[in-house]
């Protein structure tokens, strides 16, 4: 049942609250010519009136509009007509019924004052239709001589109409797409959730199905259920509802949606209002099963979205201990695969009011959710949040208008790259329909390079090393750091300079710049990347193959395992004859060899070699200038070497190999 407002029931079931003696009431007398029609409006607001000390505002409106039919001059009657609307799907057409009341009591005698119950009404009104200075005048006249239970509630709309002005003085540049008639239908489109690649959506419905065949009393409505639909050959397919065990003939909401499409969170009310989960298999969805007592309660739990990585939950509840109505709380996922004990989310981010529909940006960081709190226009506005390096939450934007309305803006859904948002409106047909919104007015000013990286031969996917910079910062993740199966997605800020170096054994390496400008905007560009493989390296010959236990003997030292030498000798090519391999030690790199001091190191010029560059017997080369020393038949002598050297103090000193006047790589070419 909804909650009334004390002050919405005061005004409605006071006697005769706005009936003068210049209203038309409904009485014998008013009526000589029409008793049927008396007696036909009477049974209608007798019916509504039930209704309404329900809380079943929708089902109660039928009846108050055939009784408005047969006299539409009633103030009494306007006034219940406006909060059946003021509690609907349609709030904003509360105001012309209020504004009838309002018409009708100020033509009564000049002595009558006009109630301030009248003057809260119309501020509703006028506030759900963006009139708001017309609203905060309303409200100041119903603050005169205030109930004390009163003034808070008054005050927070005209808090909430100041909010409205200032926002929409700067509209958010956005644009909002209805999802079509395929997705949308005569009733009640909720609850948007898609897939990370965008080719499938799960919503809710109150459209009627094989498991919706009543209607709800409270909502006139059929309850709700869950369907989903593919986007196929660039279309939305026909939508279909999710069957049993899913949707059962109770209402069932969807909530969240793991980014592969495989597993579904719903809202169903059991004990209290309870999140379930469902897997989707061989099988169809899986039974849905309710989560851990830690996260469902015996009271209210009516939302939830998990961070990128499935370890973290976001969820709404009413419990106490918050900081008032609905709050945030989140949990960790332990090791036994169990959700942690839920924490508070704190007061930067929950409010004394409700909390609703949170759903955490692909990001990982931006955390989307609805609240009657902070600055709010007027019932839920969508807010987001930024979590920092230090797990504190920024203070909540408001989206701004016109994603935000005076009217409830809740269930809020992101795309995976964050530049759509999904949410339901109210249309001209006077229900909801599922709108796609543009979020690049929210997206920082960045390009999203991403793509795929293929074989140009054959269009296979290859594995390959990235090595991504930032030429403003030198900030890099160089080959083999960061590892690319396939595909890629790099974030690249305005005002800066990138360069992408793509390595992958075998092929030619991929190489380009990129420039961001410093007044772009956040764009998507799509760069598939296709890599050229090298032409076959010739293989060494045999002739150049010592016997096994020749080598062996000549790398004593380096490695003792055969199969170790024999994998590297199938790899070697023909840039190298191990026959002529001697062993030498690097001492290093110089420019120039002037200032080298021969005789502290003990090294006679004659045994000083130069090469200008290291030999890979399995990948590139480079082309800096090595001096080594010394030539050697085993690495065990160039070893017993190389420590005397670096006991002079050439504390760099490695050994390498050398053929042919080339230096050969000792570590690729045993250890390719």
Known sequence: MRRLSALVFLYLFSSAAFCQQYDIQFKAKNFKNNPEGLKFALEKIKEGDTHIQNGEFQAALPFFLSADSVNPNCADLN??????YLNSTIKNKCLRYFEKAHQIQTSILTHYRESKRMSYF???????????????????????????????????????CNNGKALMATPVKTRLENMGTVINCPFNDTHPLLTADGNEIVFTSQRESNTSTTVDPQTGLYTDDIYISQYVNGQWSLVEGLEPPVNTIDDDESLYLTPDGKTLYIWRYTRGSDIYCTHYGSKGWSDPVPLSDSINSIYSETSMCLSPDGKTIFFTSDRPGGFGGKDIYTAKLGADSTWGSPVNLGGVVNTEYDEEGVYMNPDGKTLYFSSRGH??????????TVRDSNGSWSEPKNLGYPINTPDDDVYFSVSSGGRFGYISRVTDSNMLDIYRVSMDAYMPPEWVYKGTITDSANGMKL??????????????SPFGDDTINGEYSLTMMANHQYTIKLHATGYKDFSTDISVPDTTTFREIDR???????PPVPKMSDTCVPALTIIMHRFEG??????????????MNSGICLKNMQFAVQVGAFKS????????????????????????PVGPTDTVTHITVGSFTTYEEAKDYKEKLIKKGLKDAFIVGFCDEKLVDLKHLIHP
């Not at 600055?375 to 987001?384: E, K, N, V």
């Not at 005789?599 to 130069?610: C, E, L, N, P, T």
């Open 79 to 84: 006034v219940k007509i406006g909060v059946c």
């Open 122 to 160: 119309m501020g509703r009104g006028y506030q759900l239709n963006y009139q708001w200075d017309s609203a905060i005048m309303e409200y100041n006249l119903a603050l005169k001589k205030p109930k004390k239970q009163e003034v808070k509630e008054i005050n927070k709309y005209i808090d909430e």
């Open 375 to 384: 600055s709010t226009m007027g019932g839920f506005d969508i807010f987001m």
């Open 463 to 476: 594995k390959v090393a990235m090595d991504f910079t930032d030429k403003g910062n030198s900030a890099k």
């Open 528 to 534: 598939n990347i296709v890599m050229v493989k090298l």
């Open 558 to 571: 380096d490695v003792k395992d055969s199969g170790v030498v024999i994998n590297a000798i199938s790899k």
């Open 593 to 616: 060899l002037k200032k080298f001091d021969y005789a502290r190191y003990g090294i006679k010029k004659s045994d000083v070699h130069k090469f200008d560059y290291y030999y890979n």
